[in-house]
């Protein structure tokens, strides 16, 4: 009974890191208005998440979204 516990204990942390989910911004430089893809949360004031903060799943979402910001768009 034991071996199960711990067979389930080790298969539930394993699955819980396997599901952690990147997340992707789209994020201007304030200073040069260039725009790029982050898979942190920026955390400097130099860099403003735009696309009305939306997050993206993946990084080809995040490129296709760039696409279509305003200020992203050259």
Do not use: N, W
């Not at 898979?39 to 990084?59: E, N, Q, S």
């Amino acid at each position: 009974m034991k071996k199960l516990l711990i067979s389930a204990a080790a298969a539930a942390i394993m699955t819980g890191a396997a599901s952690a989910q990147t997340e992707f911004y789209v994020v201007q430089d304030t200073s040069t208005k260039k725009c790029t893809i982050m898979d942190k949360k920026p955390t400097t004031t130099t860099a403003v998440i735009v696309g009305d903060g939306k997050v993206f799943k993946t990084r080809t979402e995040a490129e296709t979204g760039m696409k279509t910001i305003k200020v992203c768009a050259h």
